[in-house]
């Protein structure tokens, strides 16, 4: 080789590794992802050698098409050509090869590569290059080339990803995850088929989750294992890593994914060696700011956690944190419930704000001590009716037909009217046979006396005295054919207006009269109220009719005369009114209310309920 070729050798060489330097140094030095897809393409362009034409096409983010970010050249002629290569490795999905101007296996002709590019399964673009002429496996050589370096475009994907669009695909991911605690409704079943779940979704080995109880933190569920043992030294360091995050109230991680804070990681790392795993994580779970538990996490020997993958159990962490809290309240029980709820509102009534619930409680307290301090009148309650101090039943003196009723049930009467009257035609005409008759036995005894026939005298005479005896009883009948009112008052019941004509039996009730004067008032008080009612205890009556006018009263009798009623069972008490009132008539009904003395308010409105329960317990009780 002469001189002056190796010059131009060296020189090009040195002209190439310059255009080498320069595109890592831009590659490094990228700000964009215009910038950094075009030095790596120029780059791989490099690599690959003998490349034509190249151009890498990208998603436009937010969208599902996909646009050209960078040429190799910068400014190719036709910038169309690698379009029919890159097309099909988007509509295929895997890496395309096209053979320009010749067969498909003809060496000597020029060939185009494509290859997709994807993250996390998803297309999201392609890399097109067109190459001089070379041998099939030069070929796949750069083919294999070109999918290695596309890995760098991943990493820009990565970086350079929309921030919404991650979020919600972390989030979604995370609520896959979640959703296996779930579907079932208790705490370990939910438990152990979420941490199993959320450990194949990372590829960890074990992942635990724990409680925070008492102070300490008590595992309830390992993937892949559906009992476990506390005590066993795995378990108590878990625990132990639990504990750590937990006093920090941060995620914690060893080895460290990345510079941060400084954390104390003692029991991480002593978990990690214990269980010859390759990375721990722990991530507390919390709910309306309180702590409630952790998930610890663990990766096999030689892998570690990306942050991706923390990022996701972070997430999750902060999803399940108030789904746990909900589970373990769950599982409380009812005592548990009222002290939480009583600590509550006695730390909302001494803390600050909640001025509303601060003024109900002022004012259920100061009902509270009212009620307690202030006294009423204790009034026993009782249904109550009008009577007459006399009542008098008229029945019939005999048995007959009705034949007028002047008066009704309601009428006032005075002593003597008549107020019903019989039909006495058929007395009267036996009262004049009966006459008949004893003109008849008159004129035999005379007869007999006349001719001393004494026997006939004696059987005549005790005819005679017979029929006397009948006409009395006829006499007597005649004047009870007349019903007369046998004192001043009002007809209670009965009226023979409606049933003039027809036949009654005599002794029949046909009329119940009471005076006007004279009124009694008979209460029904409750047996559980009886005990308290005493002779001459005063009162006050309300009847139906006149419910605007109270009637004074003072109890007279406590008699022992008791009536079911409405499933209760009453005593009937006699009272006397202290005035004589005009419009007050017997038979009215009300309410009357039997006062017995003064009494705590709190007392009188809860005496019965709380002598109800007094009597189930005596009953249930053995």
């Known amino acids: 080789m002469s001189s002056a070729e190796h010059e131009t050798r060296a020189v090009a060489d040195l002209s190439a590794r310059r255009s080498r330097e320069h595109a890592w140094r831009q590659f490094a030095q990228a700000r964009s992802a215009e910038e950094f897809c075009g030095s790596w393409l120029a780059i791989q362009c490099q690599l690959v050698g003998s490349v034509s034409d190249g151009v890498v096409v990208l998603q436009k983010p937010g969208t599902t098409a996909f646009v050209p970010v960078a040429f190799f050249p910068e400014n190719p002629s036709d910038r169309a050509r690698l379009a029919e290569v890159t097309e099909r490795a988007l509509k295929e999905g895997?890496?395309?090869?096209?053979?320009?101007?010749?067969?498909?296996?003809?060496?000597?002709?020029?060939?185009?590569?494509?290859?997709?590019?994807?993250?996390?399964?998803?297309?999201?673009?392609?890399?097109?290059?067109?190459?001089?002429?070379?041998?099939?496996?030069?070929?796949?050589?750069?083919?294999?080339?070109?999918?290695?370096?596309?890995?760098?475009?991943?990493?820009?994907?990565?970086?350079?990803?929309?921030?919404?669009?991650?979020?919600?695909?972390?989030?979604?991911?995370?609520?896959?995850?979640?959703?296996?605690?779930?579907?079932?409704?208790?705490?370990?079943?939910?438990?152990?088929?979420?941490?199993?779940?959320?450990?194949?979704?990372?590829?960890?080995?074990?992942?635990?989750?724990?409680?925070?109880?008492?102070?300490?933190?008590?595992?309830?569920?390992?993937?892949?294992?559906?009992?476990?043992?506390?005590?066993?030294?795995?378990?108590?360091?878990?625990?132990?890593?639990?504990?750590?995050?937990?006093?920090?109230?941060?995620?914690?991680?060893?080895?460290?994914?990345?510079?941060?804070?400084?954390?104390?990681?003692?029991?991480?790392?002593?978990?990690?060696?214990?269980?010859?795993?390759?990375?721990?994580?722990?991530?507390?779970?919390?709910?309306?700011?309180?702590?409630?538990?952790?998930?610890?996490?663990?990766?096999?020997?030689?892998?570690?956690?990306?942050?991706?993958?923390?990022?996701?159990?972070?997430?999750?962490?902060?999803?399940?944190?108030?789904?746990?809290?909900?589970?373990?309240?769950?599982?409380?029980?009812?005592?548990?419930?009222?002290?939480?709820?009583?600590?509550?509102?006695?730390?909302?009534?001494?803390?600050?704000?909640?001025?509303?619930?601060?003024?109900?409680?002022?004012?259920?307290?100061?009902?509270a001590l009212f009620l307690a301090l202030a006294t009423g009148s204790y009034r026993v309650s009782a249904d109550a009716a009008v009577e007459g101090e006399v009542q008098r039943a008229i029945s019939a003196p005999i048995a007959g037909f009705v034949k007028e009723a002047p008066r009704r049930a309601g009428d006032t009467v005075r002593k003597g009217e008549i107020i019903g009257r019989f039909d006495d035609r058929d007395l009267r005409l036996e009262r004049v046979k009966l006459l008949s008759q004893q003109g008849q036995y008159g004129k035999q005894f005379r007869e007999a006396m006349a001719t001393h026939n004494r026997p006939q005298a004696a059987i005549v005479s005790a005819q005679l005295e017979q029929v006397e005896a009948q006409l009395a009883l006829v006499e007597e009948q005649l004047a009870r054919t007349e019903m007369v009112a046998p004192f001043d008052g009002v007809i209670l019941s009965g009226d023979l207006s409606q049933r003039l004509g027809t036949p009654v039996e005599r002794g029949q009730v046909l009329f119940e009269v009471a005076p006007l004067d004279n009124f009694r008032i008979a209460l029904h008080v409750d047996e559980h109220d009886f005990a308290e009612v005493l002779p001459g205890q005063r009162g006050e009556l309300v009847v139906t009719s006149m419910p605007y006018q109270r009637f004074a009263f003072t109890v007279t009798k406590i008699t022992a005369v008791n009536n079911a009623k409405d499933g209760r069972n009453r005593f009937r008490v006699e009272a006397r009114l202290d005035a004589r009132p005009d419009r007050l008539r017997p038979g009215m009904e009300g309410v009357g209310k039997i006062e017995v003395d003064d009494r705590r308010l709190v007392w009188i409105w809860t005496h019965g309920l709380v002598d109800r329960i007094r009597l189930w317990l005596w009953s249930s009780l053995p």
């Open 94 to 367: 895997q890496g395309v090869v096209l053979r320009l101007d010749g067969a498909a296996n003809d060496e000597g002709a020029r060939c185009q590569l494509a290859h997709p590019v994807q993250l996390d399964g998803e297309l999201r673009g392609v890399v097109g290059l067109e190459l001089d002429p070379r041998p099939e496996p030069q070929v796949r050589s750069a083919m294999r080339d070109l999918q290695w370096g596309s890995g760098w475009l991943e990493v820009l994907l990565r970086r350079h990803a929309d921030p919404q669009e991650a979020a919600r695909l972390r989030l979604k991911l995370a609520l896959d995850v979640v959703s296996a605690l779930l579907e079932h409704e208790g705490l370990a079943e939910g438990g152990a088929a979420f941490v199993t779940e959320l450990a194949t979704r990372l590829g960890c080995d074990r992942a635990s989750l724990g409680v925070l109880k008492r102070g300490g933190v008590k595992i309830r569920a390992v993937s892949h294992s559906g009992q476990f043992d506390h005590r066993a030294n795995l378990m108590r360091l878990a625990a132990e890593a639990m504990e750590e995050a937990i006093d920090q109230r941060t995620p914690i991680s060893f080895p460290p994914a990345g510079e941060g804070a400084p954390l104390v990681a003692r029991s991480h790392e002593l978990l990690m060696r214990e269980a010859d795993a390759g990375a721990v994580a722990s991530f507390p779970l919390e709910s309306s700011g309180r702590v409630v538990g952790a998930l610890t996490l663990e990766r096999a020997a030689g892998f570690q956690f990306d942050a991706p993958s923390l990022e996701l159990a972070e997430a999750v962490a902060a999803v399940c944190g108030p789904i746990v809290a909900l589970k373990l309240a769950g599982e409380r029980g009812l005592v548990a419930h009222a002290s939480d709820a009583g600590v509550s509102s006695w730390k909302k009534l001494v803390g600050p704000r909640h001025a509303v619930l601060k003024l109900v409680a002022a004012a259920t307290a100061a009902a």
